[in-house]
């Protein structure tokens, strides 16, 4: 990883992002954050500065980092206001990682893979699902433009836990689905709410 001083455009941009949406570099970090958060932060304005109003709140936005084990905190939620950044743990797709190693092996878009997709999505209604109060997502690029249709979307899972992490070495696996711990999904819902960013990809490992 490299401080945010040297941070470049091809470093902050997003996997799924061509080069001519970047028109401009992300503003810089404010003192005070950890590498890993700046680099984060870096992430996420750059993104809001390509997304521009179609993402209409603006003061939040949630990173699933997938290049990292499921048996870490990789989903972080960046409070661009407060500079805070919180990181919980969250289930990847079992489509995409077939022998449930812990780490997701690929991404995929199409209906009925059970796998996770890569890239920026926006947040809409909640609604009660199999799963308890659940919140849907809207997938915004090429690469996660099914998801409304994959019904991909935030909700608690009693396969995602410390407890679990603990037992297995490893989180469970989702359909595809954001899936959190019972104890933090509430608190991850209610932070997002509608029409925030949220970005699924391979970041910061």
Request: proline share 5%.
């Amino acid at each position: 990883m490299i401080a945010l001083a040297a941070l470049v455009r091809p470093s902050i941009a997003a996997p799924w992002m061509d080069d001519a949406t970047l028109t401009e570099p992300a503003p810089p970090a404010p003192p005070g954050l950890s590498l890993v958060q700046s680099r984060l932060w870096s992430l996420a304005q750059a993104e809001l500065g390509r997304l521009g109003p179609v993402i209409p709140m603006r003061d939040v936005v949630a990173v699933a980092d997938f290049g990292a084990h499921s048996s870490q905190r990789r989903f972080h939620l960046i409070n661009l206001p407060e500079r805070q950044v919180s990181s919980f743990l969250v289930a990847h797709g079992r489509g995409s990682d077939p022998e449930h190693s812990g780490l997701l092996q690929f991404f995929s878009n199409e209906v009925d893979s059970n796998a996770s997709s890569e890239g920026a999505y926006r947040t809409g209604e909640f609604y009660v699902g199999k799963y308890g109060r659940s919140l849907r997502l809207d997938g915004l690029d090429r690469s996660n433009s099914n998801a409304l249709a994959r019904a991909i979307v935030v909700h608690a899972a009693d396969y995602v836990s410390e407890a679990v992490v603990a037992r297995e070495g490893k989180s469970g696996l989702s359909e595809g689905c954001f899936a959190f711990d019972e104890d933090d999904a509430e608190l991850i819902m209610r932070t997002l709410g509608q029409d925030r960013l949220l970005l699924s990809g391979r970041f910061l490992s």
